[in-house]
C-alpha cells in the first residue's frame, strides 16, 4: 500500500509504485484529495494496475471496499509524502481521507516519509506528532536536508524514490 498525500514530493512517489511493480509487488495506491492537485489517479492507476482508494467510501467494481481489502492484504503501508497534516492526523488518530483511514485499519508496518518546508518541520506541533507516530511502532524516513520547493536548501525534503524503494523492498524481503 502506497498512500499519497497533497505536497509536492507526490510525482516522486510514483517512481516508488513502479519500481515496486517492476519487481513483481502489488501494489493499491490511496490518495488524499489534496495529492491530486499534484499528480493524477491516471498515474497511479496505469503504473499498478489498479484504481487509486480516492475516497473512504468507494467500492470497487466488484463490490469490495478497497480500504478494507487493501488494508487486510498489505505487507507494508507507505504514506509519502507524508505532509504536517498528515502527521497531525496519524497521531490524533483522525480518519477522514483515505491515507488516514487506511492507517488505522492495516495491520502491517507502517512507513512514513515525510516532507515539508524547515519551518513546519522542526515546529513544536509537527515535532510531538512525529514523536507520537513513532511511539506507536510508525517508522519515520526523513527528512533530509537538501532542495526545497521554497528554493533553498534545509532540512525537510523527502528522502528520495530509491531509499523508500530500497526499504519497502527490504520489509517485504523482495530483491
Known amino acids: ?15 516508488v509504485a513502479s519500481g515496486l511493480v517492476q519487481r513483481g509487488v502489488d501494489v493499491r495506491v490511496a490518495m488524499t484529495p ?6 493524477g489517479p491516471a498515474t497511479f492507476g496505469g503504473l499498478t494496475n489498479s484504481q487509486p482508494i480516492l475516497s473512504s467510501t468507494q467500492v470497487d467494481a466488484d463490490g469490495t471496499v478497497p480500504h478494507i481489502e487493501a488494508a487486510r492484504d498489505a505487507g507494508i503501508y507507505c504514506i509519502a509524502p507524508a505532509t504536517a497534516g498528515v502527521l ?27 516532507a515539508m518546508n524547515d519551518a513546519m518541520w522542526q515546529k513544536d506541533s509537527v515535532q510531538q506528532a512525529a514523536a507520537i507516530v513513532r511511539g506507536r511502532g510508525v517508522e519515520v524516513l526523513g527528512p533530509v536536508e537538501g532542495h526545497l520547493a521554497e528554493g533553498y536548501d534545509a532540512i525537510g525534503r523527502m528522502v528520495e524514490p530509491a531509499a523508500i524503494l530500497e526499504r519497502i523492498c527490504a520489509v517485504l524481503g523482495v530483491a
Open 88 to 114: 497531525a492526523q496519524l497521531a490524533s488518530g483522525a480518519a477522514d481521507d483515505p491515507v488516514a483511514l487506511l492507517a488505522t485499519t492495516v495491520r502491517c508496518p507502517v512507513l512514513i516519509c515525510p
Open 1 to 15: 500500500m502506497l498512500g499519497v498525500a497533497g505536497g509536492i514530493a507526490a510525482y516522486k512517489v510514483a517512481i
Open 34 to 39: 489534496s495529492a491530486l492537485q499534484f499528480v
